[in-house]
């Protein structure tokens, strides 16, 4: 029943603004919930979610963000929970056989929209104090999504300013999960920061459309 009001919450939460970005979060964040819970289903509902968002692995390259591959035939990420529900259930033939259909899917990415190909998530650990900055551009009356997925091990601190150093979005304090909206009324370049406001190093998913 926890997972459940879990998974109620997280659905809630995505409903009052869905996007590609949202999506990705929200199956990164109820794969925390089956793990603590041990659900297979719930995890495979997670890789589910991930694999519809079309997200794709990027790098931080001269301060921007870029995809660092082409469209792949499988998403890494999708895989690996997909193989995280089959171990939760290792005699479930039902798991077994949606763990290996989702593996073989194909990512649904994005190629050349407005802001690259599809949206982008990359990972890095955070050393305690730590902070890691880059600068998207966005186009005016379009909607930009930044969001971050902590691993609970400390807080997190993301924040975006316009080019002038004028404050658009700051979420900090105890937040494992971040996300900063916005909408541009006109084409300009915004830099972001996200540091560990904790004490011990944690791993974070960051996510941007």
């Given amino acids: 029943m926890k997972a459940l009001a879990a998974l109620v919450c997280l659905l809630s939460a995505a409903a009052a603004g869905p996007s590609s970005i949202e999506d990705a979060t929200l199956g990164f964040r109820l794969a925390e919930v089956a793990r603590r819970s041990h659900d297979a289903d719930l995890m495979l509902a997670a890789a589910r979610l991930i694999a ?10 001269n301060g921007s963000l870029a995809v660092s591959e082409a469209l792949p035939d499988a998403s890494p990420e999708v895989a690996a929970l997909s193989e995280e529900a089959r171990l ?11 763990a290996d259909r989702l593996r073989r899917a194909r990512p649904k990415g994005i190629i050349g929209g407005s802001w690259g190909s599809g949206p982008l998530q990359f990972r890095e650990m955070l050393a305690p104090g730590g902070t890691i900055r880059w600068t998207v551009e966005a186009r005016g009356a379009e909607t930009a999504l930044v969001s971050a997925i902590g691993d609970g091990d400390a807080g997190l601190h993301l924040r975006v300013v316009d080019g002038r150093g004028r404050p658009i979005c700051d979420q900090k304090g105890d937040s494992h999960y971040p996300l900063c909206r916005w909408s541009p009324p006109t084409a300009g370049r915004y830099r972001v920061s996200l540091a560990n406001a904790g004490r011990v190093p944690t791993r974070v998913v960051v996510l941007s459309n």
């Fill in 52 to 61: 519809a968002s079309g997200v794709r692995n990027a790098v931080l390259h």
């Fill in 88 to 98: 939760m259930a290792p005699m479930d033939t039902r798991i077994a056989e949606e």
